[in-house]
């Protein structure tokens, strides 16, 4: 007798991507230890590494193997997916297979609450997701309770079908060593002591409210702490790009360092005085956790499900007031015990941002969703 599989759709693994891809991988690797037997995939890459480049140079035959099956009818998918009992869909694939339970995973519904932070084409592409998938999925994670109650709001879809399942911090997080801080310090050129952002440059993340906010500190703070921005450069980043290349040229306090491969992000989170996430919207926010993982103070924003990731554990701050991230900044670096606070909380508050447990709630969602 053949066991029901649950197979998933990698392809968000082929894309140039930061947030998305960060779980996937992850979480992939995750179900994987806890039940290897049953996780089959799609699209899945042949390296085991986590990039986050992707493209044709880099993945082409998955990617050819992906647009010929968005062209082909669905019966091809049903019978490559003929041995599971779930598929678990990405908004990449064009196709769904009619005979396995359809499962997929809501990240943010920005595409809806905040349109203007995207292309055009990718408002587009989420809501024919919606209509392709989500309406018709049997079940859905979401990665936030405010990423659940805004898929109710906005698709009127029934509660008792969404399961809450945090993603977790990376691997690693957990377990930084002072070797590790000081070696991604070090092959950086990096001078202590330095503030953290870490996310695609693009208008969401609101980099340019931060690069405003440092510039109002006192010539001083500037001159005896860094402001370190790492992340691609996303959707309408030149305007942003060019201020941040401007102001790592001059005496700013400002160093940007563009994308850094993963095994170094942990050190340089860690090594931080704070990370700093003044986002207008996320669904979930993987930096923040990582951040409180490794033992890292956080400044993030108020809104969306910042406050609900963060507990508590963190100061919060208006995105739309450089005031407010100054004033935060300066209470971090100048309030006696206040970062070492923050660092306990968020210490704690992490416990609940692991892969195991996240694959272990997936894999209870799974076997509910094939016996319903």
């Not at 193997?65 to 041995?83: I, W």
């Not at 790492?230 to 005496?251: D, N, V």
């Amino acid at each position: 007798m053949v066991v029901p599989g649950i197979c998933i759709d990698c392809s968000p693994l082929l894309v140039r991507s930061a947030g998305v891809k960060t779980w996937l991988y992850h979480w992939l690797r995750a179900l994987r230890e806890q039940h290897p037997k049953r996780i089959q995939t799609l699209f899945e890459p042949s390296a085991g590494r986590l990039d986050h480049a992707g493209g044709l140079r880099l993945h082409g035959p998955r990617l050819v193997q992906l647009q010929t099956l968005n062209l082909l009818p669905s019966g091809v998918l049903d019978l490559l997916t003929r041995h599971a009992g779930v598929f678990h869909a990405s908004n990449l694939l064009r196709t769904v297979p009619k005979r396995p339970r359809l499962s997929t995973t809501l990240h943010d519904l920005t595409a809806w609450i905040v349109p203007e932070f995207h292309r055009p084409e990718q408002v587009a592409g989420d809501l024919a997701f919606a209509e392709r998938v989500l309406r018709h999925a049997d079940g859905v994670i979401a990665v936030s309770e405010n990423t659940r109650r805004d898929a109710i709001r906005i698709f009127g879809m029934k509660p008792e079908k969404i399961r809450v399942i945090y993603p977790g911090a990376g691997f690693g997080y957990f377990s930084v060593t002072e070797e590790q801080k000081v070696d991604a310090a070090n092959t950086y050129g990096l001078r202590l002591p330095y503030f953290l952002f870490i996310g695609t440059i693009e208008p969401r993340k609101n980099i340019d409210t931060l690069l405003t906010a440092w510039m109002q500190l006192p010539s001083t703070f500037r001159s005896e702490n860094n402001l370190v921005v790492l992340g691609m450069p996303g959707w309408k980043s030149g305007k942003t790009l060019r201020r941040l290349t401007q102001l790592t040229r001059e005496p700013s306090g400002v160093r940007y360092m563009g994308y850094v491969p993963e095994s170094f992000v942990p050190g340089l989170t860690a090594g931080a005085e704070a990370l700093i996430y003044p986002s207008f919207y996320e669904g979930f926010g993987i930096p923040v956790a990582q951040a409180m993982a490794a033992g890292c103070p956080v400044i993030a924003s108020n809104v969306a499900s910042l406050p609900e990731i963060t507990g508590g554990a963190a100061l919060l701050i208006d995105p739309r007031s450089p005031g407010e991230i100054t004033n935060a900044l300066r209470r971090v670096k100048e309030s006696p015990g206040l970062g070492d606070q923050l660092r306990l909380a968020g210490l704690e508050r992490a416990r609940l941002f692991t892969w195991d447990r996240a694959a272990r709630e997936s894999l209870e969602y799974f076997a509910a969703l094939m016996s319903s």
